[in-house]
């Protein structure tokens, strides 16, 4: 295989777990809308995989940078060690039970959202773009009126009536933050080739 060829593989390789993030993450939306108080489950599961690819965002990024990677590893262990415990103890004392199946799944989503945002300020400017598009879906869950904010991104981009298209957008947007993910993770592997052939 030519250096291109292994480059690219590679490449695509790097891009497959945001593939994998943010169709997962449309998926769960969809199904959430269809019902909420059933899939409170799903994104449960979903946090353990969320933070196995914030780890992995931010490994070449903490490279890039020049900072050690076991402070890096420490700090993603205290931040979604200390989520996954926090969720734990909601559980152990039944706060998911008393809010109810709908409103525990919005505060899961919430919860993702802020601390994907946490953890990406602190080290992974991706996962701050995936926080705030997970944010934004949950705000849209949150009732069928808060549709209206799409209206405005839908007449930037020449979309009819986005506010009716909630699941369309929320596809969109996906694929818009999935871009701009694409571009930053080649930007970052850029830069660790260049730091490495110095």
């Known amino acids: 295989m030519s250096n291109a ?3 690219q593989s590679s490449l695509i390789l790097a891009l497959l777990p945001f593939v994998i993030l943010y169709v997962c993450t449309v998926v769960l939306v969809a199904l959430t809308r269809e019902d909420m108080a059933s899939t409170v489950g799903y994104w449960e599961y979903f946090v353990p995989f969320a933070a196995v690819i914030a ?3 931010g490994w070449g990024t903490t490279y890039a940078n020049g900072q050690w990677r076991l402070f890096y590893l420490i700090k993603q262990a205290v931040i979604w060690g200390g989520f996954i415990w926090l969720l734990m103890l909601f559980q152990t004392m039944g706060i998911d039970t008393a809010l109810g199946a709908q409103k525990a799944t919005l505060t899961l989503i919430f919860l993702v959202a802020l601390v994907m945002i946490v953890s990406g300020i602190t ?4 996962m701050v773009l995936y926080g705030a598009f997970l944010g934004l879906c949950g705000y849209l869950l949150t009732a069928p009126s808060n549709a209206a904010i799409l209206q405005p991104i839908g007449d930037r981009f020449g979309i009819v009536d986005a506010q009716t298209k909630p699941m369309s957008m929320i596809i969109g ?3 818009l933050a999935f871009v701009l993910t694409a571009f930053m993770l080649i930007t970052t592997r850029a830069t660790i080739a260049t730091k490495r052939n110095r």
């Open 123 to 126: 080290m992974d400017w991706k």
């Open 55 to 57: 780890l992995i965002s």
């Open 5 to 7: 060829g292994k480059k």
């Open 173 to 175: 947007i996906a694929v």
